[in-house]
């Protein structure tokens, strides 16, 4: 009986590891371009870890792009309809520099600030495929040394039972 217990507890710790590896999904920030048509609309905002940031504009009278000062993001070629998102990862928590290349010269930039945001389990995004393959492993690892615990404890149990 014992033993069926100890199982039980074990599995549920184990339930309770995997649960945790389940990411949340961040917010999109959405940037576009204001009334003047040389100004980004906000220019400055602050997000998290996880978050994305989407470019959004149509019909503009002027073509404009977005790109980041180290090239983190580029939008590409100046175009007057532009819907661009970037994610930002769990390691990318910084600020972020970036201009409309044409009108650069007119002040036509932006701040993105990304907060760091604490992670418990996992470090980086794992990709779809990675976490398929790599998922097995890690998951037996897991079962293997849970069995090791149960049987430990019924062990333990059993040589307790017997001193009595
Ligand atoms: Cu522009």
Redesign the pocket.
């Known amino acids: 009986m014992r033993r069926v217990i100890c199982l039980a507890l074990v599995f549920f710790f184990l339930q309770g590891s995997i649960d945790l590896i389940q990411e949340e999904q961040g917010e999109i920030k959405v940037i576009t371009v204001d009334s003047t048509n ?1 100004r980004f609309n906000p220019s400055t905002i602050t997000l998290n870890e996880g978050d994305s940031v989407r470019f959004v504009w149509g019909g503009q009278a ?1 073509p ?1 792009n977005t790109v980041e000062a180290n090239e983190v993001f580029d939008s590409g070629e ?1 175009a007057r309809d532009v819907n661009y998102e970037f994610f930002f990862d769990y390691e990318s928590a910084g600020v972020y520099d970036y201009v ?1 290349e ?2 650069a010269a007119v002040g ?1 930039q932006g701040e993105i600030t990304v907060e760091d945001v604490e992670q418990v389990v996992v470090e980086d995004e794992p990709e779809v495929e990675a976490s398929t393959s790599e998922g097995l492993p890690v998951t037996s690892i897991l079962v293997g040394t849970g069995l090791l615990v149960g049987l430990g404890l019924s062990w333990f149990f059993a040589i307790k039972k017997r001193a009595i």
């Open positions: 040389l002027l404009h100046p409309c044409p009108h036509m």
